[in-house]
């Protein structure tokens, strides 16, 4: 059985010690491929070296919207495109608008997350895309902006009625731990909705492990809970789920 976690943090402080068997215990558990996300400058350019160091490994490169204030993007414009020319950079995320803890910086957020869409499609890769009390002005950018590039909404919290116009808009989505928690009964209904060819897999690691894990580090292992409950949301076997999410990763990602 093969799995890919679609969005982790493995370049996070938390895995400095121990990353090479963060990296064998998700070979262990039939995760082949992981896709590292960055957030601004400084990890981007690690999680470019983390892909060039690990085969399972893959990069994306850009500017979080909680982090719009670490790198003036247009000053870093080259910065950031000679990391996403590499070979195993498959996206620019995670991009997007959070307007859960502030929304001082939204005006900012907005001209960014529309400048690396823009940046993206120069450069024909998806996006990744994080959207938190935002889902509104999200849209709106997205269908003013559209990627040409089937791309992702990760960690996705929306509606089903949201997710039908993402779906219109070239967009599948990612779920993570989320899904295996008693109170993600909106979430869970989604994933019931939702054609199981528009799902993928993440963990978000180190953040949102799931049951039964829930309180410690999470790491891509993990996945492996996520394809269990998105399979008995959706009455499929695991091997199902991993199967078609897989391929779903793969495609859009083209890895």
Do not use: W
Not at 51 to 61: L, N
Not at 78 to 88: G, P, R, S, V
Not at 173 to 190: D, L, Y
Not at 215 to 242: H, L, W
């Amino acid at each position: 059985m093969e799995l890919v976690d679609s969005h982790g943090h493995i370049l996070d402080k938390c895995f400095e010690n121990d990353l090479n068997d963060v990296v064998k215990r998700a070979k262990e558990n039939g995760v082949n491929k992981i896709i590292c996300s960055a957030y601004n400058l400084f990890s981007s350019k690690r999680a470019v070296e983390l892909s060039r160091q690990f085969a399972e490994v893959y990069s994306t490169v850009g500017l979080h919207p909680e982090n719009v204030l670490d790198d003036d993007f247009e000053n870093s414009f080259d910065k950031f495109a000679n990391l996403a020319k590499d070979e195993k950079c498959v996206a620019i995320g995670e991009i997007g608008l959070d307007y859960h803890f502030t929304t001082e910086t939204k005006d900012l957020q907005k001209l960014i997350f529309d400048r690396q869409i823009s940046f993206a499609n120069e450069l024909n890769l998806p996006v990744v895309v994080h959207s938190r009390d935002a889902m509104g002005d999200t849209i709106e950018i997205l269908q003013n902006n559209t990627p040409k590039r089937e791309s992702l909404l990760h960690c996705y919290g929306g509606s089903i009625e949201s997710a039908k116009i993402l779906i219109k808009l070239g967009f599948s989505f990612s779920f993570g731990g989320v899904v295996t928690f008693k109170n993600a009964k909106n979430v869970v209904e989604v994933v019931r909705q939702l054609p199981v060819e528009k799902i993928l897999l993440e963990t978000d690691c180190p953040y949102m492990t799931p049951v039964p894990f829930r309180g410690q580090r999470n790491e891509p292992k993990n996945v492996v809970y996520v394809a269990d409950a998105i399979a008995r949301i959706k009455g499929m076997t695991i091997e199902e789920v991993a199967k078609i999410t897989t391929e779903n990763a793969k495609r859009v990602f083209g890895i």
